[in-house]
């Protein structure tokens, strides 16, 4: 079988319970199982946040434990302190989640703390503690390209925040969208100014489906460099931070979709489309109402019974 050549990171495990409070911890755990059976290799499972804040996280420990592991499968657990941190390795994860924004209003507003703060003090203790138990760490740098309060990150703060995270010893940096409100030109010129850095580090984005540019965004972003692709089975997650108004739920990026998008395009994903069909299905069954994502009812409209090709529509 031909090797992957993008990563798909599915959050749907871990950002779909906030915008499904009633999910029951077997769901989690089924749902998760369904996404390494489709061929998806890292998953951003579960927050460590606690409970008393996150309610739907209290079952972590549970769902990490008792999902049915992959071999080559990474599992992310975030952490947004050093308590959590600690927390999160009593369990299987492979790979800890933290925190920091593009902008000090978004940061206090997120984490209560400064970027300052966040960067010298919670961070490197969360670093120290992982690579004493040899995990690797995620950054999700969040309002890395627009911060509801702000307006639109600077490209040489971004540069700088992300030239830290990366001397700190971050594996992989995540630039999220949090109100999903970048446009395509401006993806392109962010990555092309971060991968004139040179960085050790992996970057990946995360892009939120608020304009409906969510699919566009990954397809610059790839045009760009980037080859890691934050994603959510069927768009499951909570809302864009600062929009109540907006329906709970389904903001992100549909896996399936994307994965739709590159098989489409010659980008051989490593994800078997039928059972990420399925996936998205559960996802919705779950939900117990449509979500977002295209490719089910695409494929229930126009192809209704079994086919030889599932990617052709032709």
Not at 89 to 101: K, R
Not at 285 to 292: D, E, K, T, V, Y
Request: charged content about 20%.
């Amino acid at each position: 079988m031909k090797a992957a050549e993008i990563t798909i990171v599915d959050s749907s495990p871990r950002d779909g319970p906030v915008g499904l409070p009633k999910i029951r911890t077997a769901e989690k755990i089924a749902l998760a199982n369904s996404l390494m059976e489709s061929g998806v290799t890292k998953i951003d499972c579960v927050g460590f946040t606690h409970p008393r804040i996150r309610p739907e996280y209290a079952d972590a420990e549970k769902v990490v434990n008792s999902i049915d592991k992959r071999p080559g499968v990474t599992i992310i657990g975030m952490a947004p302190n050093e308590i959590a941190c600690r927390r999160a390795l009593d369990t299987s994860v492979d790979e800890i989640g933290v925190l920091v924004a593009g902008t000090e209003s978004f940061n206090r507003a997120l984490l209560g703390i400064s970027i300052k703060k966040a960067l010298f003090k919670t961070i490197p203790a969360i670093i120290q503690v992982c690579k004493e138990r040899g995990k690797t760490i995620r950054a999700f740098l969040t309002s890395a390209f627009w911060c509801q309060f702000e307006g639109r990150v600077a490209i040489n703060d971004l540069v700088e925040l992300v030239s830290k995270l990366s001397f700190l010893g971050v594996n992989e940096i995540s630039l999220v969208d949090t109100p999903g409100m970048v446009n395509p030109n401006q993806v392109k010129e962010t990555v092309f100014a971060l991968q004139e850095l040179k960085l050790d580090t992996n970057l990946a984005v995360h892009f939120h489906n608020t304009t409906g540019l969510g699919l566009v965004n990954c397809l610059a972003a790839y045009e760009a460099g980037i080859r890691i692709f934050d994603t959510a089975i069927n768009g499951l997650s909570g809302t864009p931070y600062g929009a109540p108004a907006m329906e709970v739920g389904s903001w992100n990026v549909p896996t399936e979709d994307l994965v739709y998008m590159f098989e489409q395009l010659g980008v051989n994903t490593g994800i078997d489309i039928d059972a990420i069909a399925d996936s998205a299905r559960l996802a919705q069954n779950i939900a117990g109402r449509p979500l977002s994502g295209h490719l089910i009812k695409a494929r229930k409209a126009f192809l209704p019974s079994e086919f030889s090709n599932p990617l052709s529509f032709n």
